[in-house]
T-cell receptor
C-alpha cells in the first residue's frame, strides 16, 4: 500500500544536539508537510513543501529547518535542540492533482505515524 | 488564526449523539475534519466546501455555515470506535486554496459502553 513513513519513531536527545527527523512517502504526492503536536494545542504547521524546489515556512518555523531531497523525502532538522521542542512530530502529504480533470478540490492530507521526540 | 473548537471534551455512552463545533474569525472557503485515535496519526474524515460540495464519511455528517464562518460535526448513535480527538482545519492559502491548513486545538470524544 502507498504509505507515509517516519523515522525514527521515538528519539530521546539532549539539549544542544542536532537532530534530523525523516519522512518518506510512496504515494507519489507533491506536497509534504511537517506538523508539531503538543497536548492541548492541536497540530501546528512547521514547514511545508509543494515540490523539491518550493519550501515554505509555517506557523512555528523558528528553531527548525527542512530539506526536500526528492519528491518522496522531506526531512526536518533541529539544529540545536531545546527542551521546549519536546513534542510529537507528524509528516503529512497531499496531492492537489488527484481526481477528475487533474484537480482535487478536497486535497485531504495523509499523515505518517509520528515521531515522539524528547529533549532533555 | 487558529479556528476555535467546542467543546474541548465530551463523554458519551454508546448510542448517544454529539455535536462538535468549529468557528473561525475569518471567511471560510472550506472546513476539513480529522480524527486522531489515541496513539495514532490523524486521519481524514470529511471536507466541506463553499457551495455545499462535500466529501465525507459514511456515518458522520457535518454542516458548513459560510455566513457564520463555522462548521459542526454530527456524530449520531455513537460507537466505541468514535472515541478520539477531532480536529477541524481551515485553509490558509491564497484564494481559499486548501493546501495549507490551520487546525483547531481539538475536541476529545470518549464513548463508554
Amino acid at each position: 500500500d502507498a504509505d507515509v513513513t517516519q523515522t525514527p519513531r521515538n528519539r530521546i536527545t539532549k539539549t544542544g544536539k542536532r537532530i534530523m527527523l525523516e519522512c518518506s512517502q510512496t504515494k507519489g504526492h507533491d506536497r509534504m508537510y511537517w506538523y508539531r503536536q503538543d497536548p492541548g494545542l492541536g497540530l501546528r504547521l512547521i514547514y511545508y513543501s509543494f515540490d523539491v524546489k518550493d519550501i515554505n515556512k509555517g506557523e512555528i518555523s523558528d528553531g527548525y529547518s527542512v530539506s526536500r531531497q526528492a519528491q518522496a523525502k522531506f526531512s526536518l532538522s533541529l539544529e540545536s535542540a531545546i527542551p521546549n521542542q519536546t513534542a510529537l512530530y507528524f509528516c503529512a502529504t497531499s496531492d492537489p492533482k488527484a481526481g477528475t480533470g487533474g484537480r482535487n478540490p478536497y486535497n485531504e492530507q495523509f499523515f505518517g505515524p509520528g515521531t515522539r521526540l524528547t529533549v532533555l | 488564526q487558529q479556528p476555535v473548537q467546542s467543546p474541548q471534551a465530551v463523554i458519551l455512552r454508546e448510542g448517544e449523539d454529539a455535536v462538535i463545533n468549529c468557528s473561525s474569525s475569518k471567511a471560510l472557503y472550506s472546513v476539513h475534519w480529522y480524527r486522531q485515535k489515541h496513539g495514532e496519526a490523524p486521519v481524514f474524515l470529511m471536507i466541506l466546501l463553499k457551495g455545499g460540495e462535500q466529501k465525507g464519511h459514511e456515518k458522520i455528517s457535518a454542516s458548513f455555515n459560510e455566513k457564520k464562518q463555522q462548521s459542526s460535526l454530527y456524530l449520531t448513535a455513537s460507537q466505541l470506535s468514535y472515541s478520539g480527538t477531532y480536529f477541524c482545519g481551515t485553509p490558509g492559502g491564497g484564494g481559499g486554496s486548501n493546501y495549507k491548513l490551520t487546525f483547531g486545538k481539538g475536541t476529545l470524544l470518549t464513548v463508554n459502553p
